[in-house]
């Protein structure tokens, strides 16, 4: 939240930014502070105006705003203000606040634009829900007119461009710019990187950006492919090659024939396979099962693994001839573990693509659901974090997904990202070679109670407790036990703000079993005091 500014001080960020925007326009510090504090804590951002000039300045230069006027705070006539945003700005609502309301009132305002009208003085629950309310009528309003963009859009994103790719991360970049290079060229390219990473979306990007994107792109996963049929798919075969060869078929790479072939999971061909590809790289030449006569094909190549090639070649597993051959231009995808910046960015992107397939409005994630996805590690990498936000759009029925909406899976403390305890046991050259090592005896911890949760559950936590003189009676030991426990829920407790979600992750337990225990302690009491 920031204080009332001039126009010329907005940042250009500041504009842009996705979040929706509520303006608060009343001369009252207390209700102001009131509706902000209910606003930012809906993920919100929220700006102050002194004027309905500055209300408005405001309002359009943000995609989605709700506007929160009291009726005696504004310099004019409220059916102005309105009429002033509602002729400049799709994608804002007007939300009215007085103190004397009455149904004539109420009607003049609601016909003159407002969304909602809120009774002074106020009642948290009824703030919530109607600056809901007022989002997502002014999101649904944004997003109407722009329904043709959205579909051009999404019609971009499949075509495979390199502006398709989303993200911000330096190792994003650092591939984006390799890719660009690599569409200027023909040699052939290598894409490493862990499975769901965007390997397969990276070469058709690569494909777009070619001079070739207006020829065929053909995509095969060799490892999908049985070993007895995978040189009749590559290569194709001739009427009678084998039992079932009752006709001609033309295989992958003719029909790639002045294109681009991207053959994926290379690390999966067989040896002998292996040999066959190596000569169609170096002479552009092939046979067909069951032919002696070569075909010479003009294709461009791009391969990808899921596994290091390097250590599959010192196994005895990959030719070492056919590494080199691939290994012209290498592009390493970093996973989704690696680029935390890039999560929000991503899940955003996905929440737009998937509420546009289901015709829904969603204004997003609440502050728990994003923390819950930064701190998970994403094992499945970007596609599965496309699949949970098909999933949360479909389970969600409030205005923001939460953390009830994300797959169980999201929430689990023993797949939680933990940068201190991350070792790389892999060179640079191959970025998906990450050990996770962490405690199999206790779960993860923020940094600020990470000693106190080692003690949980057990009176052995501090090593002193091991010299002591007698061992401690069961009394003893049950209130040392309960009193550690305390110590350490406090200490999450307050570390996150008091928030039970964040601190329940946190901890490695479920939000209902840290409500239960804070009532056992006297905690949910200690907050009350507090």
């Not at 710019?177 to 990473?197: C, H, K, M």
């Not at 029925?397 to 892999?426: K, Q, Y």
């Not at 940094?447 to 069961?474: C, L, Y």
Request: proline share 5%; charged share 25%; glycine share 6%.
């Amino acid at each position: 939240m920031s204080a009332d500014r001039g126009p010329a001080q907005n940042s250009p960020s500041e504009a842009s930014s996705t979040r929706p925007l509520v303006v608060v326009l009343d001369t009252d510090p207390h209700a102001a502070q009131a509706i902000s504090a209910v606003a930012e804590e809906l993920g919100s951002s929220v700006e102050r105006a002194t004027s309905a000039d500055r209300a408005c300045d405001l309002a359009w230069r943000a995609e989605t705003a709700v506007v929160v006027a009291d009726v005696n705070s504004i310099d004019g006539r409220l059916e102005s203000l309105a009429e002033r945003l509602h002729a400049s700005h799709r994608g804002v609502a007007l939300l009215v606040t007085a103190s004397d309301v009455n149904v004539r009132a109420v009607l003049r305002w609601v016909r003159a634009g407002a969304a909602d009208v809120m009774p002074k003085p106020f009642v948290r629950d009824e703030v919530r829900q109607a600056l809901e309310r007022a989002t997502m009528r002014a999101a649904m309003a944004a997003e109407w007119p722009n329904h043709r963009t959205r579909q051009q859009s999404r019609s971009a994103a499949s075509s495979g461009g390199l502006a398709s790719i989303v993200g911000s991360d330096a190792k994003m970049h650092r591939a984006l710019e390799l890719a660009d290079a690599a569409g200027a060229v023909r040699s052939t390219v290598l894409i490493e990187g862990e499975s769901g990473t965007g390997k397969s979306m990276l070469a058709r990007a690569i494909h777009a950006a070619s001079d070739r994107r207006d020829r065929p792109f053909v995509e095969i996963a060799c490892g999908s492919i049985p070993e007895a049929l995978l040189e009749s798919e590559l290569f194709g075969h001739v009427r009678g090659a084998f039992t079932g060869a009752i006709a001609d078929k033309k295989g992958r790479f003719l029909a790639a024939h002045g294109g681009t072939i991207f053959l994926d999971e290379i690390n999966s061909a067989p040896l002998a396979m292996q040999l066959k590809l190596l000569r169609v790289l170096q002479e552009k030449r092939f046979e067909p099962v069951g032919s002696e006569e070569s075909i010479d094909v003009d294709v461009r190549v791009i391969v990808a693994a899921n596994q290091p090639l390097e250590a599959l070649v010192l196994d005895g597993r990959f030719r070492e001839d056919l590494f080199y051959r691939v290994h012209v231009l290498t592009i390493g995808l970093p996973p989704l573990r690696e680029r935390p910046d890039d999560i929000e960015t991503l899940a955003q992107h996905f929440l737009r693509l998937k509420c546009a397939d289901a015709n829904r409005t969603l204004l997003g994630f609440t502050p728990e659901a994003l923390g819950a996805m930064r701190a998970y590690r994403w094992p499945g990498n970007v596609r599965e974090l496309e699949n949970a936000m098909e999933r949360a759009t479909i389970l969600c029925r409030n205005a923001r997904i939460d953390i009830s909406d994300l797959p169980d899976r999201v929430l689990r403390s023993d797949l939680r990202v933990d940068d201190e305890r991350t070792t790389d046991v892999g060179s640079s050259a191959s970025p998906w070679r990450q050990t996770n090592v962490r405690s199999a005896i206790t779960p993860a911890a923020t940094p600020t109670v990470s000693h106190a949760t080692r003690t949980i559950g057990s009176p052995f936590g501090n090593p002193s407790d091991a010299n002591a003189s007698s061992s401690p009676s069961p009394t003893e030991l049950a209130s040392s036990v309960r009193d550690r426990e305390r110590e350490t829920i406090l200490a999450a407790l307050e570390s996150h703000g008091w928030n039970r979600t964040r601190a329940s992750i946190a901890l490695g337990i479920d939000r209902s079993t840290l409500y239960r225990k804070m009532i056992d302690l006297g905690l949910a009491r200690h907050r009350e005091s507090a």
